[in-house]
């Protein structure tokens, strides 16, 4: 399967189950062109994207609030960015990124 939308590399993915409220499954990618991307990942459709101002992003780590199973309503995305900034943003307020180093 081929998700196309980014404009440069991919440096990260994760498969969000289907423990939404909605049912579907979801996939996030962080790129090097400043955005994250969230997927269906039954149709291949691109349902959010992210732009964040910090700068291209490098790594991306998503960290669930509870014990069970990834919940994108109870997820946070950590990033870090080539300019060496760190942030966290919940994918509840995807527009906000909260800086920590």
């Not at 990942?41 to 960290?63: D, H, L, P």
Request: aromatic share 10%; charged share 20%.
């Amino acid at each position: 399967n081929t998700f196309a939308g980014h404009q440069f590399t991919i440096y990260n993915c994760a498969f969000l189950g289907a423990n939404r409220r909605d049912g579907r499954s979801l996939i996030i990618t962080a790129s090097n062109d400043c955005t994250v991307k969230l997927w269906d990942a039954a149709t291949e459709e691109c349902v959010q994207t992210n732009f964040f101002n910090a700068g291209r992003i490098t790594s991306m780590s998503v960290v669930q609030k509870t014990a069970e199973k990834c919940n994108e309503e109870e997820a946070d995305v950590y990033l870090g960015f080539l300019s060496g900034m760190v942030g966290v943003y919940s994918l509840t307020d995807a527009m906000e990124l909260h800086p920590l180093v």
